[in-house]
């Protein structure tokens, strides 16, 4: 029974995975969403640590040496340095492209000893500083690090016990030794004070134009919150900001101002805050959710939609998904998925799919429906929607409601039709849908073999996805057991 439960709780990882590299790769056109699980992924992947991207670097370059770049090289180098952006990195992508200058200082880097290299930006440390855990750190690099509210070590991981910063002031004087005996030239760092002035400068405009937001003056909100909007899109540095100047409180009231643009500009600024991960319990604690799914409902299209994202990265914390459920955010989530445009069902299939991790939700999005738009998009070719559409039918099916409605012989037929004809990852999901199903019913396995699965399923084991080879082999010792029932 523990296996069992072990091996339910990896599959729902391994879609949860797949979900998630669904939705970076959806490249979601001007606004930040899919940054909101980069840095789950990243640690799902083991692609979090400096050292990880390092070698994960080196691996991909021999890989394009070897095999040369094509369209995937190119989306796993695509991902990588989105990895090495939340990791604090600034490096390209590209492994062919001709040496720049930055490159080439790179390369010189390589002759400096590793204990003068800062282990965030991996260059010359010119004001080396040292935290809690002893690791020494380059002072600019470890305050951005900990302005973010990291209170961890980078380089192990470890809690700090306090923030406060020691200068090296031993290692400054062995740096400085080295770069005279090499001839070595510092970078500079005169750029302190203009950066402290420009961020002041920064904290006093969205101070301004927090007080906006209650200005009698519709053009002053709204340009405003168009302003807010952009600058929570940017970076996390200004979406920290932000928050820290009060700013979630006054959008969220903001959310129910009864201008359709206002709204439409108010929520896409907050599905950008909920990106970092202290915002998104404070923009639930502030009541933000019932006020979106009243925009998820009435709301513009592109409102409806940044609605639909808001919830689902909001969702990522397991109070906010019960929260959603119990606020009823999943009939109207269900009524996007039906109803929207191609990009509002793909926000709306990724926020039911997370919410849908829940039990108690499961079974609300079958009482509300979703059963239905969810087998449309198995048979709508043209959305390519059919791994989101089969990846929450496999988290239905395992709930009792999920398999008294799956479990009939049309959507068996269907399935086998998937397995037989479709992408390699349709395979994937619909094997495990089949499988979910058969368990506990051995009528549909034995259904599912007059439709002709099982040449498909050992065509699976031989040359499927490794989850699709394990899904189609416990398919077959369930056939083996099913053929010797009298």
């Known amino acids: 029974m523990q296996l069992k439960r072990a091996k339910g709780r990896a599959d729902t990882q391994d879609m949860e995975l797949a979900m998630d590299m669904m939705v970076v790769f959806s490249k979601m056109e001007d606004r930040n969403a899919d940054s909101a699980i980069l840095e789950r992924l990243a640690k799902k992947l083991d692609l979090h640590t400096i050292a990880d991207l390092t070698e994960e670097t080196t691996a991909i370059r021999k890989l394009v040496k070897r095999a040369g770049q094509n369209e995937t090289t190119q989306h796993v180098m695509d991902l990588l340095g989105k990895f090495k952006q939340v990791a604090g990195l600034d490096d390209a992508t590209a492994l062919d492209c001709p040496m720049s200058s930055k490159s080439l200082q790179k390369c010189l880097s390589m002759l400096i000893p590793h204990e003068f290299l800062c282990p965030i930006t991996l260059e010359i440390m010119t004001d080396p500083v040292i935290v809690a855990t002893g690791q020494t750190y380059e002072r600019e690099s470890i305050e951005k690090w900990l302005n973010s509210k990291h209170r961890t070590c980078p380089k192990t991981g470890q809690k700090l016990a306090h923030l406060s910063l020691a200068p090296n002031f031993a290692l400054r004087n062995l740096i400085l030794q080295w770069c005279e005996k090499n001839n070595f030239e510092l970078p500079k760092k005169d750029n ?7 961020s002041a400068e920064l904290i006093e405009e969205i101070s301004s134009l927090i007080q906006n937001l209650s200005s009698s003056q519709l053009n002053d909100r709204r340009d405003s ?5 952009m600058l929570s899109k940017e970076n996390p540095e200004n979406r920290i900001l932000i928050a820290n100047s009060g700013g979630i409180p006054f ?38 959710i019932p006020a979106i799914i009243d925009i998820l409902q009435t709301g513009t299209d592109e409102a409806r939609e940044n609605s639909a994202a808001a919830l689902f990265s909001l969702s990522m ?3 906010n998904k019960v929260l959603v459920g119990t606020l009823n955010g999943i009939p109207p989530l269900i009524h996007l ?7 509002g069902k793909k926000d709306a299939a990724t926020a039911l799919f997370n919410l849908c991790l829940n039990k108690a939700n499961k079974s609300m999005a079958i009482k509300a429906g979703i059963i239905s738009p969810l087998l449309h998009l198995l048979e709508e070719n043209s959305l390519g929607m059919v791994d989101e559409a089969l990846s929450i039918l496999s988290l239905l099916a395992s709930h009792p409601e999920g398999h008294n409605e799956l479990g009939r012989l049309p959507f068996i037929k269907t399935l086998v039709e998937i397995i037989r004809n ?13 499988l979910e199903l058969g368990l506990k019913n051995s009528s549909l396995i034995l259904a599912s073999l007059q439709f002709g699965v099982y040449e498909h399923l050992t065509d699976l084991v031989r040359c499927g996805t490794t989850r699709a080879q394990r899904k189609a082999s416990s398919l077959l010792q369930h056939m083996t057991k099913c053929e010797h029932i009298p």
């Open 192 to 198: 302190y004070t203009s950066c402290d002035s420009s």
């Open 225 to 229: 919150t168009v302003r807010l909007r």
């Open 251 to 288: 959008l969220v009231q903001q959310l129910t101002y009864p201008d359709s643009k206002i709204q439409e500009h108010t929520v896409t600024a907050l599905l950008n805050l909920s990106i970092d991960e202290m915002n998104k319990r404070l923009i639930a604690r502030e009541g933000a």
């Open 317 to 319: 914390l397991d109070e």
């Open 337 to 343: 998925l039906q109803n929207g445009t191609t990009r």
């Open 422 to 434: 479709g992408t390699p990852k349709n395979k994937e999901y619909a094997t495990s849908v089949l």
